[in-house]
């Protein structure tokens, strides 16, 4: 279901050493994000990109600070409420495609369906978004007989099959050459379009950035629009 902003009130990300020094990768940090935005989140390694989309996904908590979805506050989802919230409401595309190697292309996209649609109910579904993504042909293939493109690309069709609000995307053509990876950008960009998507994609490649509505900057744990001091 679509329509709802997304916002980040106060949030901050600490973790604490085994020895006990504490680093703060997100620092009080504000944003809203309105549906069907398309934003980019730059910065560099170590500033916090990745904990954010865990963040907003629900993957791991805020050290204090609510994310929120409409009136939906992520962070305090337990259970059921939770299951359901990774499961329906957010896709995730990671840089890894993390397939599962004993599945087909087709079977891999089914895998997020597995708590809603039953048996063939979602296949014609996963089979569209297969098709779309140019992998009509491929659909029996397991994925070590799939290039590193066409792994990715079941990837995304396997985070849109349940149409999610939210499409997270950490670094997902960071293992591709230059010319896949604008592919699978503008594959995912179109797709999530057609589902009324929000999404978010961490990236360090400014050209892919510069392709979506909004490009936010990551440092010193301020998330700021691109070019502004922090």
Do not use: W, Y
Not at 47 to 70: A, Y
Not at 99 to 120: D, F, I, K
Not at 138 to 160: D, I, M, T, W, Y
């Amino acid at each position: 279901m679509s329509g709802d902003v997304l916002r980040l009130e106060a949030v901050t990300k600490t973790f604490t050493a085994p020895e006990g020094a504490q680093t703060t990768v997100l620092n009080a940090v504000d944003c809203t994000i309105n549906p069907g935005e398309t934003v980019a989140i730059l910065g560099p390694s170590g500033s916090g990109k990745s904990t954010l989309l865990n963040l907003i996904g629900s993957l791991e908590p805020p050290t204090s600070g609510r994310v929120l979805l409409g009136d939906m506050e992520i962070n305090a989802l337990t259970g059921q409420a939770l299951a359901q919230f990774r499961a329906l409401r957010v896709g995730f595309v990671f840089q890894e495609h993390h397939l599962l190697p004993q599945l087909t292309a087709l079977e891999n996209v089914l895998l997020p369906t597995l708590g809603g649609r039953a048996g063939s109910a979602g296949i014609l579904p996963a089979s569209d978004l297969l098709d779309r993504v140019g992998l009509t042909a491929r659909r029996e293939a397991f994925p070590a007989q799939l290039s590193g493109g066409e792994r990715q690309r079941v990837a995304v069709a396997r985070a849109l099959i349940n149409s999610p609000s939210l499409l997270l995307c950490d670094e997902p053509t960071g293992n591709l050459d230059r010319a896949t990876g604008a592919e699978v950008v503008s594959l995912l960009l179109q797709l999530a379009a057609q589902q009324g998507a929000t999404v978010l994609m961490v990236t360090h490649n400014l050209q892919q950035a510069e392709r979506f509505g909004r490009v936010l900057e990551l440092s010193g744990g301020k998330l700021t629009p691109r070019g502004d001091a922090p």
